[in-house]
């Protein structure tokens, strides 16, 4: 992405949130508080070229808010990352934890690196060296700042910053949860590698539950049978695909930066991804058309799954979408002018800060086992089993009628991690979505995104007016 369309990012970022703050009143120098980023560290480090010599790196971590504690957010491995990009993804951070009550502060991080034209052992070196900068600058620390991954990163470079900042930091209990997103083996959190593509299948369920706003944009209710198409199949994007199409959706098309593919009659998500594993691209599936990479946003369907990049539907080609709800997967896929082509044309846009949440919910879970050093469900799974195979006993035996093995299986079944992870997760994305429904039914002029915003701002207004801050 270039450096001025970054800028639109940021500049979208904070019109969304002027746009919001238009409808609320609180004291002078509040919502300008809740606005702005309140510290960045940009950096530069020194890393040896394989081939020889010296690359100097350019990196930041921003964080945006410091009303709550720790701050958190992604990282993001890209050679057009720049600062304001992460400053308007750090912002976005802080009023999607306020959605989705996850007690956190904003933040984000950037490095300006290609990962894919840089070996494991050369990222490696550089994950390290950037913890350990952010280290010595208190960047970063369970209490503190809390990465994640994001674009271009994942479980391996989360992996990498554990492990560096167990090193500067021996014998510090709760070292492991200075950051989120971990393999299993290191303290990470079952689920939550799919944790955001699942909370985009909650989200866009909600909304395809929501007969006040299917009436709006001429859906019928239910996942079933709606055409669905996606942008981008990184981890958002397949799992989104793949939960969605298990919801009983038909994917009608399905892009990548190499090309798109579409069917009318649908396409296997698990079989493109493991075509795409065996060729190196998803063109040429069997039984698909193969178009234009950004083409696939302009396909017939009913909703639009961008789930790449930001600024991909902008002024100047949003005319051209055809479905009825664009569900942001990724952040920050609209810019501003883009927006309001979407709006005049009556597509409902389901925003980022609210549908990709489930990232940073999962996130929140795992810092949360972390904390306390105990697997969700290992203290009652074995109790609740009992409790439950008593309880189905004395059913049994009143009525005489003796249950099936699978019935007495399902009964009986106590949770496990992944199961209480994915239950929180629904929660988390059912209770938020009415929220912003609520938000907009009081200001019925906003959209959802404005109603999104002035559900955060509200709850970030309320944490700085009962700390005493602002009369
Ligand atoms: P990723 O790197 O795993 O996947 C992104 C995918 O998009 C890649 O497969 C890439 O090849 C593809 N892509 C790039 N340009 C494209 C183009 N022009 N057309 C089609 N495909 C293209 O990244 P991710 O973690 O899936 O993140 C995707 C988006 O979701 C980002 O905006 C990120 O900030 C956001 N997000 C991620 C998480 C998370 O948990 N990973 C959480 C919240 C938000």
Not at 84 to 92: K, R
Not at 242 to 269: C, T
Not at 369 to 395: C, D, P, Q, T
Not at 434 to 445: G, L, T
Request: net charge neutral.
């Amino acid at each position: 992405m270039s450096d001025s369309q970054s800028q639109g990012f940021l500049d979208t970022v904070n019109q969304n949130f002027d746009a919001a703050a238009s409808f609320l009143d609180y004291p002078p120098g509040l919502l300008e508080q809740i606005k702005v980023c309140n510290s960045v560290y940009k950096f530069r480090f020194p890393v040896r070229r394989e081939g020889g010599g010296y690359e100097v790196i350019e990196a930041w971590r921003a964080e945006h808010s410091h009303h709550k504690l720790p701050v958190k957010g992604g990282i993001r491995y890209s050679p057009d990352v720049n600062e304001d990009e992460v400053l308007a993804l750090a912002a976005l951070m802080t009023f999607k934890c306020a959605i989705v009550d996850v007690p956190f502060g904003g933040a984000k991080g950037g490095i300006k690196i290609d990962p894919r034209k840089i070996s494991v052992e050369q990222l490696e070196r550089i994950t390290r060296r950037y913890t350990a900068e952010l280290t010595k600058k208190n960047f970063i620390g369970p209490g503190i700042d809390v990465p994640a991954p994001d674009y271009g990163t994942g479980p391996r470079e989360m992996s990498w910053i554990a492990d560096t900042y167990a090193q500067f930091h021996p014998g510090e209990i709760d070292a492991i949860g200075c950051v989120t997103g971990k393999p299993l083996s290191q303290g990470g959190i079952r689920g939550r590698k799919e944790a955001t593509g699942r909370g985009v299948f909650f989200g866009v369920r909600e909304a395809l539950a929501d007969t006040e706003l299917l009436k709006q944009v001429g859906l019928s209710a239910g996942l079933a049978g709606k055409r669905v198409v996606v942008q981008g199949l990184g981890n958002v994007g397949s799992h989104a695909a793949r939960f969605i199409q298990e919801g009983g959706a038909v994917i009608v098309g399905l892009s990548e930066w190499e090309g798109a593919i579409a069917n009318p009659k649908g396409l296997d998500v698990a079989a493109v991804m493991k075509h795409r594993a065996a060729t190196g691209k998803i063109t040429g599936f069997p039984g698909a058309i193969d178009i234009p990479s950004e083409d696939a946003l302009f396909l017939d369907c009913d909703v639009l799954v961008p789930a790449a990049l930001e600024n991909v539907i902008r002024g100047a080609n949003a005319a051209r979408v055809k479905a009825k709800i664009v569900a942001e997967a990724a952040n920050g896929p609209i810019a501003a002018d883009g927006d309001a082509v979407l709006r005049q044309k009556g597509i409902c846009v389901i925003p980022d800060m609210y549908l990709n949440a489930g990232g940073v919910t999962v996130s929140y879970f795992e810092w949360l086992k972390n904390l306390s050093h105990v697997r969700f469900g290992r203290m009652e799974k074995r109790f609740e089993e009992m409790s439950a195979a008593r309880m189905v006993k004395s059913i049994e035996s009143a009525t005489g009628k003796p249950l099936s093995d699978n019935e007495r299986k399902l009964l009986i079944h106590g949770a496990e991690e992944e199961d209480l992870v994915n239950s929180g997760l629904e929660e988390t994305m059912s209770v938020a979505w009415h929220q912003i429904r609520d938000a907009q039914r009081k200001h019925p002029k906003t959209d959802l995104r404005t109603a999104a915003f002035i559900s955060a701002i509200d709850k970030i207004a309320v944490s700085y007016l009962e700390l005493g801050i602002f009369p």
